[in-house]
C-alpha cells in the first residue's frame, strides 16, 4: 500500500518499484533542495539514502527550507531531516555523512551510490562533484536556483559535463543563496526535478536531463530545455 500510486505509473509497476527499493543515493547539502529531495526519495523508497551536511538550522533558512521548523532553529540540519525521514519511511537506510564533502572523502564515499545529487549552493561543491563523480563513472543531477530561476542538469558517461558547460573561470551557471535572494517554491521547483531525475535513473523509466539543461522563471513561467549535444 505504501508504494501503490507508484506502481500504478505506467512503466514502472512492480519491476521498476523493486529497482527503486534496490537503488542507492547520495545528496549533497540538506538544506533548501536536499532537504525536498531527501523526504521524496524515501517516501518513493529509495533503498539507501546517504546525506552529508554539516550545517545547522538558521531562521533565515525557513523561508524555503519547510521540513525544519521554528524549534528547530540551532539543530544540525542531518539529523533533523534524517528523523524527518525515517518518520515518513522508516523502510529507508539513511547514511549520515555529517562534515563538508572534500574531495579526498567524495572519492571515497561515491562508489558506494548509484546516483549523486549535489544539492548545494556552492558552485565549488559543483566543480567538485562534477570532477570526482565523472573520474568514478557515477551519474550524479546539479541543480540551482536564484531568485525565482533555477536550473537543472543530469550527467551519465559519455554525455556533456556540468564542467563542459560552465568551464569559464568564475562561471558557476547557479548563484550562491548567501549572495543572491531565493523565492521558496523555485527552490521546491528545482529539488523535485533533481528526485524525480534519481527515480528516472534507478526505475529507467522516463527521460533524464542527459546533454540538457532545464531552465525555469517562476515569475514569467517560461521554461526551456536547452539541447547540450
Not at 164 to 184: H, N, Y
Request: with cysteine; net charge negative.
Amino acid at each position: 500500500m505504501r508504494y501503490a500510486r507508484l506502481i500504478g505509473i505506467e512503466g514502472v509497476g512492480v519491476e521498476g518499484l523493486e529497482k527503486i527499493l534496490r537503488g542507492k543515493v547520495l545528496i549533497i547539502g540538506a538544506g533548501a533542495l536536499g532537504s525536498v529531495c531527501a523526504m521524496y526519495l524515501a517516501g518513493s523508497g529509495v533503498g539507501c539514502i546517504g546525506i552529508a551536511e554539516f550545517d545547522t538550522i538558521d531562521l533565515s533558512n525557513l523561508q524555503r527550507q519547510v521540513f525544519f521548523s521554528t524549534d528547530d532553529c540551532g539543530a544540525p540540519k542531518l539529523s533533523t531531516i534524517v528523523k524527518k525521514i525515517h518518520d515518513l519511511n522508516p523502510e529507508v537506510l539513511v547514511k549520515e555523512y555529517p562534515m563538508l564533502m572534500k574531495r579526498d572523502i567524495a572519492v571515497e564515499v561515491y562508489p558506494e551510490y548509484d546516483f549523486i545529487i549535489d544539492a548545494t549552493d556552492n558552485p565549488s561543491s559543483k566543480k567538485m562533484t562534477d570532477s570526482v563523480a565523472s573520474t568514478l563513472g557515477i551519474p550524479y543531477c546539479i541543480g540551482g536556483v536564484r531568485e525565482a530561476e533555477g536550473q537543472v542538469m543530469s550527467w551519465t558517461p559519455g554525455a556533456l559535463r556540468y564542467s563542459d558547460i560552465f568551464a569559464e573561470a568564475g562561471c558557476s551557471g547557479f548563484t550562491p543563496c548567501s549572495i543572491a535572494g531565493v523565492l521558496g517554491p523555485a527552490a521546491g521547483v528545482v529539488a523535485s526535478i533533481q528526485a524525480a531525475e534519481a527515480i528516472k535513473y534507478l526505475s529507467g523509466v522516463g527521460t533524464p536531463l542527459f546533454n540538457r539543461l532545464w531552465t525555469f522563471n517562476l515569475f514569467t513561467l517560461h521554461t526551456s530545455i536547452i539541447t547540450l549535444a
